[in-house]
């Protein structure tokens, strides 16, 4: 079967660091996308892991484990901005890459 | 210039009404989607296109009806609408998704409500 998982909601301070996790289960395996999608906008891509380890990009990071299906995504220096739902989202092989599977989301708020 | 672009933003209409929705994005992209957001925010494939071709349906109800006219538009047509099929529908792009990192770029989406 093909399922997600990750933590509905999370609330965080400003300035803090807060890490959003990720299960997966899948037929098959080719990245790992996180996407943040503010409320009534489109998401918009944050990151892409396709190898084990951490991948970092300014204040955001992610970090694959396909041995463990497992993903977390690493926001630092929390700003108020970054309130919004993280999309996790793994790119299912078994149909040429063509099929992305996204998980419900954790909607993220930060407080002052 | 909007890289995904779709048309209308918002739309209500009534059950049993046929609407299409339009998309069209400037990025030179091989690969469309449409993708459907529900109340509960989970964002659901529908279809992914590459070159004009059909690649995925994903047991979507016959009565949606994607065309592809040429490799930039991607249009998503709804025969006798349903209370259910109310939603959020994303149209997005992407280079060819076989290897590496292949983000894809989202419409703003468009606001189906069916009364």
């Known amino acids: 079967g093909q399922n997600i998982d990750q933590p509905t909601e999370m609330t965080a301070t400003e300035g803090a660091i807060v890490q959003i996790n990720c299960t997966y289960q899948t037929s098959g395996f080719n990245g790992l996308f996180w996407y943040q999608q503010h409320a009534g906008e489109a998401p918009t891509f944050l990151s892409y892991?396709?190898?084990?380890g951490l991948e970092e990009k300014g204040r955001f990071s992610s970090f694959l484990s396909r041995s463990k299906g497992y993903s977390y995504l690493l926001l630092k220096e929390l700003q108020m901005k970054d309130s919004a739902s993280y999309l996790c989202?793994?790119?299912?092989?078994?149909?040429?890459?063509?099929?992305?599977?996204f998980g419900a989301g954790t909607r993220l708020f930060v407080k002052a | 210039d909007t890289a995904v672009s779709q048309t209308p933003k918002y739309l209500v209409t009534q059950m049993g009404n046929d609407k299409s929705i339009k998309c069209e994005q400037n990025?030179?992209?091989?690969?469309m989607y449409w993708y459907k957001q529900d109340s509960k925010k989970f964002l659901k494939i529908m279809f992914s296109?590459?070159?004009?071709?059909?690649?995925i349906n994903e047991t979507v109800p016959n009565r949606f009806s994607p065309k592809s006219p040429d490799k930039a538009h991607l249009n998503l047509h709804i025969n006798s609408l349903e209370l259910g099929d109310s939603a959020v529908y994303f149209c997005a792009s992407s280079q060819d998704p076989g290897v590496g990192n292949t983000e894809a770029f989202f419409g703003q989406g468009t606001r189906l409500t069916v009364v």
């Open positions: 892991n396709v190898l084990d």
């Open positions: 296109y590459n070159n004009k071709e059909l690649i």
């Open positions: 990025l030179g992209h091989d690969t």
């Open positions: 989202a793994v790119r299912d092989s078994q149909t040429g890459g063509f099929k992305t599977i």
